[in-house]
């Protein structure tokens, strides 16, 4: 899968494990974690690859964020993120656009 940063500091806190504005930092183990769930986002051949993880509690997510998918970092902490499927010659490839990570019970 091709993975791509909606926002700047996922971006960072992927690359460097540390964001630069004071509003998006969080707890290393929170960062290492994210950067994990990102690896196995780039490592996955497809969307159906990732339920074979059950940490990672891969959902679809329905009423207002209808389109957005979701994988847990921790008990905490969920990532959300687009896909969009483009075909190339004869194979698809996914792009997922990580769009938030966020405290799932705030």
């Known amino acids: 899968m091709i993975v791509t940063f909606g926002k ?11 964001a630069t504005d004071k509003k998006h930092r969080f707890q290393p183990q929170v ?4 950067v994990r769930c ?7 051949p497809n969307l159906e690859a990732l339920y074979k993880f059950n940490s990672l509690n891969y959902e679809v997510l329905k009423g207002n964020k209808k389109g957005i998918s979701s994988i ?6 969920r990532m959300e993120f687009i896909t969009t499927s483009l075909k190339e010659t004869d194979t698809i490839v996914t792009v997922c656009n990580i769009i938030e990570l966020s405290n799932h019970y705030k």
């Open 8 to 18: 700047e500091y996922l971006r960072e806190l992927y690359e460097t494990e540390k």
């Open 31 to 34: 960062v290492s974690k994210y």
């Open 38 to 44: 990102v690896d196995m986002l780039v490592g996955a």
């Open 72 to 77: 847990r970092v921790n008990d905490h902490y």
